[in-house]
């Protein structure tokens, strides 16, 4: 079983940065897909970043893209998300999420975490 605990959400200004690590038990997070979501009043739950278990594929949202950077530590069972130029559509309630079947870039996940919040102000 693996359990995953998001931390680093915040306020912040329009144009500003956080970044957000995902932290995850098992010995084998090495062999999972990972990937960050996020939901927003209102909206459904939306695809954000996808990392594969080497680290060697990444995905992103077209909403992302260019200003977000999906990254893994498997030494350290960490996941980070560094978000830059942020903006206020950018806030959300946002999941980190992982498999061992490669089903995350489908939407779906097995292990999700209790998500954190990032506001980011206009």
């Known amino acids: 079983q693996v359990q995953l605990v998001e931390s680093g959400g915040g306020l912040v200004q329009a144009g500003g940065s956080l970044r957000l690590s995902c932290a995850a038990s098992g010995r084998t997070f090495s062999n999972y897909d990972m990937g960050w979501f996020r939901q927003a009043p209102g909206k459904e739950r939306e695809f954000v970043a996808f990392?594969?278990?080497?680290?060697?594929?990444?995905y992103y949202a077209d909403s992302v893209k260019g200003r977000f950077t999906i990254s893994r530590d498997n030494a350290k069972n960490t996941v980070y998300l560094q978000m830059n130029s942020l903006k206020p559509d950018d806030t959300a309630v946002y999941y980190c999420?992982?498999?061992?079947?490669?089903?995350?870039?489908?939407?779906?996940?097995?292990?999700w975490g209790q998500g954190t919040q990032v506001t980011v102000s206009s």
């Open positions: 999420a992982a498999d061992s079947r490669p089903v995350v870039l489908l939407g779906s996940a097995t292990y």
């Open positions: 990392i594969s278990w080497s680290g060697a594929r990444t």
